[in-house]
């Protein structure tokens, strides 16, 4: 199976603040990476697919970008709406599998 | 309105069976291939099986491999798992959630999840 890492786990930022999450596979998925962002007790919500398009509905301050193994989300305005969990995930081969989520807190 | 509601979660001990139901509406929901994922309490999302639009192709995450079952229903809109031997690991919400590309992945669209807890 092919292993995400995210990092951080975790980060503090306050609103207004550019925000970079990265995402690394075990192996090269091509642009094969799509981002996820999650509240508490809602369902994933699609950011960006293949990498770097933005999924309809989504504000542009999100942007993704990467190939091959690296890959990093931005966010770069921070917004009140946008303190959640953020999780990538590849869809290059089975099983498709999930980094472990990053939470973005309020500092 | 893209809409998939997720239902028949509960309380069930170990070794037991549950069936989960998701009513699609807002599309053709004969058109797409569908996923189930789960998010154990306080954890992050795993992947847990997928079919192909027409029912021909499934595929499971090794962990659930010969214990549950995806299925669906084109006429009915609705997309099913059975779940079988659980096990206390299994204790999760389940989300479905529709593939927007024909393999497994991204996963446009997901339901308001349905809580499995498994505990003697």
């Known amino acids: 199976d092919i292993q995400m890492t995210q990092s951080p786990s975790s980060l503090s930022a306050s609103v207004g603040d550019r925000v970079t999450i990265t995402c690394r596979a075990s192996q090269t998925i091509s642009n094969y990476l799509n981002w996820y962002q999650q509240k508490p007790g809602k369902a994933p919500k699609l950011l960006i697919y293949l990498a770097s398009s933005l999924q309809s509905g989504v504000p542009s301050r999100f942007g993704g970008s990467g190939s091959g193994t690296d890959f990093t989300l931005t966010i770069s305005s921070l917004q009140p709406e946008d303190f959640a969990t953020y999780y990538c995930q590849q869809s290059y081969s089975l099983p498709p599998t999930f980094g472990q989520g990053t939470k973005v807190e309020i500092k | 309105e893209v809409q998939l509601v997720e239902s028949g979660g509960g309380l069930l001990q170990p070794g037991g069976s549950l069936r989960l139901s998701c009513a699609a509406s807002?599309?053709?929901?004969?058109?797409?291939?569908m996923n189930w994922v789960r998010q154990a309490p306080g954890k992050g999302l795993e992947w847990v099986s997928y079919i192909s639009s027409g029912s021909s192709t499934m595929y499971y995450a090794d962990s659930v491999k010969g214990r549950f079952t995806i299925s669906r229903d084109n006429a009915r809109n609705s997309l099913y798992l059975q779940m079988n031997n659980l096990r206390d690991e299994d204790t999760a919400v389940y989300y479905c959630?529709?593939?927007?590309?024909?393999?497994?992945?991204?996963?446009?669209?997901w339901g308001q999840g349905t809580l499995v807890t498994v505990s003697s």
């Open positions: 807002g599309f053709t929901f004969s058109s797409y291939a």
């Open positions: 959630a529709r593939d927007s590309s024909g393999y497994p992945g991204p996963f446009d669209y």
